[in-house]
């Protein structure tokens, strides 16, 4: 059973286009994360939800806008993509509470040509 | 502000010597510490934690931290490197509600 998942694992894309990032966790947490790792390895946090209310939004383009529709899933959209967004995203979860203890996805390459 | 410094951002060791990969943190109240590994194209892995209690955390795969206040440090150790110990590790202090990440080292383990 995968805690938590992310689809795609890969994504390559034309400069411009509009893109979506799916995450899923079965742990029961009731936050979720999405990170940015860029070339090389740096960690950003990007948002973070709790019971689908957005308690976290770092500096982030207002062209990538997160959703979350339960508290099981945290989707990451991406409008007219840039060269610049290519990274690897991960997703993760955690209770509130709990110290923070974060379980990670395995990530989405997203490559922008 | 909470934050956190891994000194040496690349590591190699021979296999079967000793690991240590070093962190120090900047926190105004009592931190709660986080070591991950990421390995090749994958996500990350908690390898250990530190939040109360006894300062010396044993985590999986036969890695240990210890919490030392008076140093502001959770240097990560482990007896004898194995091959499959390379891999990139981070550091992590917990505040509020996130975690904020050291820029990471990336252990190589010769044969």
């Known amino acids: 059973d995968t805690a938590v998942s992310q689809t795609p694992k890969y994504l390559v894309t034309q400069m411009g286009n509009d893109k979506s990032i799916k995450c899923e966790q079965n742990?029961?947490?009731?936050?979720m994360y999405w990170y940015k790792q860029d070339s090389k390895k740096f960690l950003k946090i990007m948002f973070s939800y709790n019971n689908k209310e957005l308690i976290i939004n770092e500096t982030v383009p207002n062209r990538f806008s997160p959703k979350s529709p339960d508290k099981a899933h945290l989707n990451l959209h991406i409008n007219s993509l840039e060269l610049g967004d290519s990274a690897v995203y991960f997703c993760?979860?955690?209770?509130?509470?709990?110290?923070?203890?974060?379980?990670f996805g395995p990530g989405t390459r997203l490559t922008v040509l | 502000a909470q934050s956190v410094t891994q000194l040496g951002s690349h590591v190699s060791v021979s296999e079967g010597a000793l690991v240590l990969l070093r962190c120090n943190y900047s926190s105004s109240v009592p931190p709660y510490l986080f070591w991950y590994v990421q390995y090749p194209n994958q996500g990350l892995q908690l390898l250990l934690k530190y939040t109360t209690g006894a300062t010396l955390v044993k985590g999986i795969n036969g890695f240990e931290a210890e919490f030392k206040k008076s140093e502001t440090s959770f240097h990560l150790t482990k007896p004898s490197a194995h091959m499959s110990d390379a891999a990139e590790y981070f550091c992590a202090v917990s505040v509020t509600d996130k975690l904020i990440f050291g820029t990471g080292t990336r252990l190589q383990v010769f044969p």
């Open positions: 742990l029961g947490h009731d936050t």
């Open positions: 993760a979860s955690s209770s509130r509470g709990d110290y923070n203890e974060q379980f």
